[in-house]
């Protein structure tokens, strides 16, 4: 499975953004999608998943009722609709797949097995 991340870029605080992770390849294998981001220094934090039929979808605490996780499965494509920025959301965002879930957490990214190239969000403020 290959991964294509796009849509990051510069937005003011409040403003928003939509990620696209575009899935290629072995794709009937994909279990779960999910988005991570990372800033230089950090670890890298969960943000959003989904199971890839679309029925379950789970955000970290901190993008909670701003952002959405969806998908297309016709498009082989997942969103990450990014509604009232802040700049704490700055980061490199990766898109990822994981096959199963073996642990039983889905927001470990240590469960995933395939990663996109990551876009950069940077929110101003």
């Known amino acids: 499975v290959q991964l294509q991340a796009s849509g990051g870029g510069l937005v003011q605080a409040g403003g928003y953004l939509r990620l696209s992770c575009a899935a290629s390849g072995r794709t009937w294998s994909i279990y779960v ?46 969103y990450l609709q990014m509604n009232s920025l802040k700049p704490e959301d700055t980061a490199i965002y990766y898109c990822a797949a994981a096959r199963n879930i073996r642990r039983g957490d889905s927001r470990r990214g240590d469960e995933y097995d395939f990663w996109g190239q990551g876009t950069q969000v940077t929110v101003s403020s």
């Not at 220094?41 to 970290?60: D, I, L, P």
């Open 33 to 78: 999608m999910g988005w991570f981001r990372q800033v230089p220094g950090k670890e890298r934090e969960f943000v959003a998943v989904q199971t890839w039929s679309g029925g379950s979808t789970y955000y970290t605490d901190s993008v909670k009722s701003r952002f959405t996780i969806s998908r297309d499965n016709a498009k082989n494509t997942v």
